[in-house]
């Protein structure tokens, strides 16, 4: 298969979106969009959330745009319309709403900022998240100017790859096509995946032991590096993975969700509370939040010590790529363990899990 036997037609369908455009990363149709405003209205700032995959923002300042970080809500970990209004300005060229880890981050509530912000573009992104619907029963991703949607073995649907969808105010979608040059890597290259992400663990546990914030300006010298990694050229590699994907969403998301929910039922713990996630929610990983960041740790080794996954996603990017404190982000950040709830977890794994929570 390749991208034209993907059907774009019924997923932007689904998604009440007018076109959908395939890029061999997320992060790359990411680069495209605001290269493209870039291209149209000159520099600017991209707004996102302070907690958020690092290559959100390596697409922006790839694109000359300057990433901006909105604070989280403590409750969803997610960015609120009043951390966002606070910084949009003359200079916005578009707002990310990320639904972290699948928790609902409320792009309704956006409406009137971005009613009142005609010229910024409001993307939402979806790649934790799909097939989540809103209390209302929308799907996520239906509400904005833009929807972003990544594949990845590791994501919610595999495949490798992402999707741009367009909504009723957005750019022709052939202004975004052709940015990408061809010349660029058809695939993001394993080894500047892998020093990326060790680059940024490494950063985060220095920081989380030491809070040295003279960590930002060792990241920002090595940004030029990942330029391959963020710009690929091509579409998606694997397009029967992303239709098996849309098919079996609604079934994939509840075998999730009954995961995240054993979690939510067991961990009794006063120091560890698991982020709500509303019933009709795609969790892509279980947000437990800990009641110092010591006890995040000493659990974090307990749970790898046992054979268990468990991550610490996410660093703050404004401690990372730099800007102005954001508590929020910064508090839960150092507190936040992750836990699994892949269909083909084993229960017994889950079981293993929440009884070292509830003990640690
Ligand atoms: C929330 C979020 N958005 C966008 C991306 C970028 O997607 P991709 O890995 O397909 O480039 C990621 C990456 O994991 C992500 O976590």
Redesign the pocket.
């Known amino acids: 298969m390749n991208d034209s036997d993907l059907d774009l037609r019924t997923i932007a369908d689904r998604l009440s979106m007018k076109a959908a455009l395939p890029f061999a990363?997320?992060?790359?149709a990411?680069f495209a969009l605001f290269q493209a405003f870039a291209n149209r209205h000159g520099t600017g700032e991209v707004i996102l959330p302070a907690l958020?995959?690092e290559?959100?923002a390596l697409a922006a300042m790839y694109a000359g745009l300057k990433p901006r970080f909105a604070d989280v809500c403590g409750d969803t970990l997610c960015m609120t319309p009043e951390t966002v209004g606070q910084l949009v300005n003359d200079s916005t060229r578009a707002v990310v709403i990320?639904h972290?880890f699948g928790v609902d981050a409320n792009a309704a509530a956006f409406r009137e900022l971005r009613r009142a912000n005609p010229t910024v573009a409001f993307v939402e992104?979806i790649?934790?998240a799909v097939g989540g619907r809103t209390l209302c029963g929308k799907l996520l991703g239906s509400e904005m100017d833009y929807t972003?949607l990544?594949?990845?073995e590791s994501?919610i649907i595999a495949g490798d790859?992402?999707i741009l969808l367009f909504g009723e105010r957005a750019l022709d979608p052939d202004d975004v096509r052709s940015i990408i040059p061809a010349s660029a890597p058809t695939k993001p290259p394993v080894v500047l995946a892998m020093n990326l992400r060790n680059v940024v663990h490494s950063l985060a546990d220095l920081w989380r032991t030491s809070n040295d914030l003279e960590l930002v300006t060792a990241f920002e010298s090595l940004t030029p590096y990942f330029r391959d990694l963020?710009i690929c050229s091509g579409g998606i590699s694997d397009t029967e993975a992303v239709s098996d994907g849309f098919e079996n969403l609604e079934d994939v998301r509840m075998i999730r969700y009954a995961n995240y929910s054993l979690y939510r039922a067991g961990v009794q713990a006063t120091h560890a509370k698991v982020v709500p996630l509303r019933e009709g929610s795609t969790c892509w990983r279980c947000p437990v939040l800990f009641s110092t960041p010591q006890r995040a740790r000493d659990t974090t080794t307990k749970l790898r010590s046992a054979g268990l996954h468990a991550s610490n996603h996410y660093f703050p990017l404004n401690l990372l790529i730099g800007g102005e404190p954001k508590p929020i982000a910064e508090d839960s950040s150092s507190r936040i363990v992750n836990l699994w709830v892949e269909p083909r977890l084993p229960r017994n794994e889950i079981d293993a899990a929440i009884a070292i929570i509830n003990r640690s």
């Open positions: 990363r997320g992060s790359s990411l958020c995959c290559s959100v990320v972290l992104d790649a934790h972003l990544s594949f990845a994501k790859g992402g963020i």
